[in-house]
């Protein structure tokens, strides 16, 4: 089953910008979508993007025009490449994906944590 390692968050003040990366243990290539999500303290996880086997993309909208996510099929790794961060962007980053349409999605990994605070 793949894994998910995911990297690249911190500290950084509203208005700044980081890259989060997913590598994964197996191949994404033939992956039907992959994703990222967050969960906030005492909050639900949410939905923050997908990017679909053709690469077509989907964003929420408290992310739209500021977060963009992509992938590198070549070494297996989903990025997300956050711009204007807010406060409310606060957050564990996960990443997860569904191989098929209709399968469910694969074990959580750890996250990376992801703090916006000047």
């Known amino acids: 089953q793949v894994q998910l390692v995911e990297s690249g968050g911190g500290l950084v003040q509203p208005g700044g910008s980081l890259r989060l990366s997913c590598a994964a243990s197996?191949?994404?290539?033939?992956?039907?979508?992959m994703g990222w999500y967050r969960q906030a303290p005492e909050k639900q996880r949410e939905w923050v993007a997908t990017?679909?086997?053709?690469?077509?993309?989907n964003y929420a909208d408290s992310v739209k025009g500021r977060f963009t996510i992509s992938r590198d099929n070549a070494k297996n790794t989903v990025y997300l490449q956050m711009n204007s961060l807010k406060a409310e962007d606060t957050a564990v980053y996960h990443c997860n994906g569904r191989p098929a349409l209709g399968a469910p999605l694969m074990p959580w990994g750890q996250g990376t944590q992801v703090t916006v605070s000047s």
């Open positions: 197996g191949s994404i290539s033939s992956m039907y979508a």
């Open positions: 990017i679909w086997a053709g690469d077509a993309t």
